[in-house]
């Protein structure tokens, strides 16, 4: 596989196409006649080591090496059917007054920084352990009856007994179980199997951004970048997971080029371009608006 992002948490994540396992395409009348519904082969994930300074898990075909002392963080993508390594992220993180600043780079040569909150590559840090931090108060709307909807060209659900907008399991014949893309007018939208949604949980942010970048986008530091931007005060662990237990993400990248600050200068590569996980919209050069 080949790869060129709360967080993540911290993200192709593709115009519809999967490399750990086959997929069986069943298309769905629908007014968007350029949609497509593929349903994958659900792919091997398997927590290896898991201590507060490492975590080594496999996400499909792909190998993930995680390191971190709290000050520097390394990731080492890996694709277990080659053997070749296809990505190196690095992470630096640096204390400023009462936040840190974070700094994502990978192998493409391109650097990420945000703001966050908290120290986004602490030992011991997992995704599921992240609270809200913003302290301002939210309104709880109580929703009485279901809406449903067309956004991106596909057939949305929200309101009540949903926690938040996304494709319509019943629409779509998708049971909880499954792990399913379906491709928008500009997004692919993806959904993960709840068994696959309670380990992403279980791994730490950083390392959650890696893995989704590199198996299902081509751009996985800026994944990585936009994931650990979550941080910055918000509801995220279980707050990610829908009524089933499931995760959704948005995503679009494309090829296109873009500056880096190792000659020659500007270089042609994919290019992460919209990134929404649950309800938080990370990137939108699209300027579309929340479904």
């Known amino acids: 596989m080949k790869w060129k992002p709360l967080f993540a948490v911290l993200l192709g994540l593709l115009m519809v196409g999967v490399t750990a396992g086959s997929a069986a395409a069943m298309s769905i009348p629908t007014q968007n006649s350029g949609e497509k519904v593929v349903f994958i082969e659900d792919f091997q994930t398997k ?10 898990f496999t996400f499909g075909d792909l190998l993930i090496d995680y390191k971190t002392n709290g000050r520097e963080a390394k990731i080492i993508i890996k694709n277990t059917t080659t053997g070749n390594i296809t990505n190196v992220i690095y992470i630096t993180s640096t204390k400023i007054d009462d936040s840190y600043l974070l700094t994502v780079k990978d192998t493409s040569g391109i650097t990420y920084s945000t703001r966050t909150p908290i ?10 352990q992240l609270i809200s931090i913003n302290k301002e108060s939210h309104t709880i709307v109580a929703y009485t009856t279901q809406q449903h909807y067309w956004w991106d060209g596909v057939y949305f659900v929200k309101g009540y007994m949903i926690k938040y907008p996304h494709p319509d399991y019943e629409h779509y014949g998708i049971e909880p179980w499954d792990t399913v893309k379906i491709r928008g007018n500009k997004l692919t939208h993806l959904h993960f199997s709840d068994a696959k949604s309670a380990f992403i949980i279980q791994v730490g942010p950083t ?60 270089e042609y590569g994919p290019v992460l371009k919209y990134l929404r996980m649950a309800s938080y919209t990370l990137k939108n050069d699209y300027h579309l608006p929340n479904p």
């Open 47 to 56: 927590l290896l080591v898991n201590t507060p300074t490492r975590q080594l």
């Open 119 to 128: 120290n986004m590559i602490a030992p011991g840090l997992r995704t599921k």
């Open 207 to 266: 390392a959650l951004g890696a893995a989704i970048g590199a198996y299902f986008a081509n751009v996985p530091g800026a994944i990585v970048g936009a994931i650990v931007g979550l941080a910055g005060g918000i509801a995220f662990g279980h707050y990610l997971l829908d009524e089933h237990g499931c995760l959704w993400i948005w995503f679009a990248w494309k090829w296109e080029y873009h500056w880096r600050w190792i000659p020659p200068g500007y």
